[in-house]
């Protein structure tokens, strides 16, 4: 592993550069570094890292704040694919089990040092965020300038608004590419804090009024199936296991903390928090919109100003989000490239990584511009490789050595298993819809319900 000493050099190098884009001589800095957002080196040992490391409550909160993405709007839908009884039931285990491997990746994460194939998913998800995150935004502001000719400050009529038809949301998402190119050229961490502080306040505002709108006039539950059919239920899996978004920053908070011994009992109160909010959200939003649930619960809001604004504030919590979720695929790119260019050339290579990597998630989310399966997709290759498989075959390697229990060992393999067969019942159910759909969007002339 690394010298203490050389780690805290680079991790202070790469924390307090003030720049917009990294200077060449900076980015040589960082060239040797292996990123701190991928190893377990307990580089926040030092005497520095302790005095600025972070607090329980903020580490609780940075942690809440890694699950408050796209993924918790998608939930009602994914209960609708598993039942509900049988989602509610699924997202508390799903929640259990992603909990408990991410204690064993915390364990694990001071006993190797190179791990290739956890980089490897690492940046798959995280660029399959931004993705789901391109077509979220096309899809909500789409759905706000169509409906705007309609939208009243009566939020409790029952008519129905018949939108004006505007450009297609693949033009939507391209519209978008000029702010995440400016976005992804802030790499200092304290200049991305401002933009979380920003998304945070945003995405909490969204959701207190979201509930408090999903929590009234629930119908009688007796018409919804309680198990649904096991043909949806992979779609289930992988929307749900795309929600746990936080397995990204588990080692990166842990190794932030000022008493990293405090760090496994915050990590099960947060995600026992997430897990709860988890079910309220999925089975609220099922309960009170029934069949007609739609891929984010935005777009069952009522086409009043008080729910379109949830739209929009949610539209700038996830246009913040974005350049913190593409700053960990970065950090693992970037000092790989650099480091096998000459000086003059870091600069030119850092910005044209930067962008080639934005047009890549945009252009994924054009060719697949159906949210619902954006989600599954994400959530059933990478988040289900990246929170389930890989965590257990850690423990086993890791620990083989010194002795398993055969109890351990049993448990390790059947997560592996459970998670292999979420991934490819979960990316087989997805292609196959998507493929069944013929990629298409819904007619831009549709009415919209006020419920």
Known sequence: MPGTKNAASHQEAATFTLDLVPSPQSTKKLQNKDSSLLDGSSSGSSGLEKAKGITGFQTLVHLVKGNMGTGILGLPLAVKNAGILMGPLSLLAMGFVACHCMHILVRCAQRFCRRHVVSFFLIITQLGFCCVYIVFLADNLKQVIEAVNGTTNNCRSNETVTLTPTMDSRLYMLAFLPFLWLLVLLRN????????????????????????????????????????????????????????????????????????????????????????????????????????????????????????????????????????????????????AISRVSERWALPVDLSIRLTMVCLTCVLAVLVPRLDLVLSLVGSVSGSALALIIPPLLEVTTYSSEGLSPLTLAKDTLISILGFVGFVAGTYQALDELIESGDSLPPSNATLPIQ
């Open 189 to 336: 961490l304290r200049v991305l804090t401002i933009f979380s502080l920003l998304a945070n306040i945003s995405m909490l505002v969204s959701l207190v009024i979201i509930t408090q709108y999903i929590a009234q006039g629930i119908p009688d539950p007796s018409r919804l199936p309680l198990v649904a059919s096991w043909k949806t239920y992979p779609l289930f899996f992988g929307t749900a296991i795309f929600s746990f978004e936080s397995i990204g920053v588990v080692l990166p908070l842990e190794n932030k903390m000022k008493d990293a011994r405090r760090f496994p009992a915050i990590l099960s109160l947060g995600m026992s928090i997430i897990t709860t909010l988890y079910i309220g959200i999925g089975a609220l939003g099922y309960l009170r919109f029934g069949e007609d649930i739609r891929a984010s619960i935005t777009l069952n809001l009522p086409n009043c100003w008080l729910y379109q604004s949830v739209k929009l504030l949610y539209i700038i919590g996830i246009l913040c989000t974005y350049a913190l979720q593409f700053y960990v695929p970065a950090e693992i790119i970037l000092p790989w």
